[in-house]
Nanobody
Framework: VQLQASGGGLVQPGGSLGLSCVASGRIFSIYLMAWFRQAPGKQRELVAS???????NYADSVKGRFAISRDNAKNTLYLQMNSLVPEDTAVYYCSGFTSGSQYWGQGTLVTVSS
């Protein structure tokens, strides 16, 4: 499984940004996809996840502001981020889970600053 994330950048507080992650390879084996983030000096944390069955979960810190979605026809995972705050600044990673492994994309930097 290969994951290619894109869409990061610089955005002002209160702004919006969308991330994309294209999956390729043995994608039929993936049962869950997720977005993680890692801020400078902090541990990587789960932001949002989406199962093949459509169940979605969010970190408390992003509930009501972020939305995870999938386009299975395009093998693409999305993260729409609204009402961004400086604390959302981090490298964002997409991840795919199979029964035996977890796969990571390369990360895309999101900076929220005025």
């Amino acid at each position: 499984v290969q994951l290619q994330a894109s869409g990061g950048g610089l955005v002002q507080p209160g702004g919006s940004l969308g991330l994309s992650c294209v999956a390729s390879g043995r994608i039929f084996s993936i049962y869950l996809m997720a977005w993680f983030r890692q801020a400078p000096g902090k541990q990587r944390e789960l932001v949002a996840s989406s199962t093949n069955g459509g169940t979605k979960n969010y970190a408390d810190s992003v509930k009501g502001r972020f939305a995870i979605s999938r386009d299975n026809a395009k093998n693409t995972l999305y993260l729409q981020m609204n009402s961004l705050v400086p604390e959302d600044t981090a490298v964002y990673y997409c991840s795919g889970f199979t029964s035996g492994s977890q796969y990571w994309g390369q990360g895309t930097l999101v900076t929220v600053s005025s």
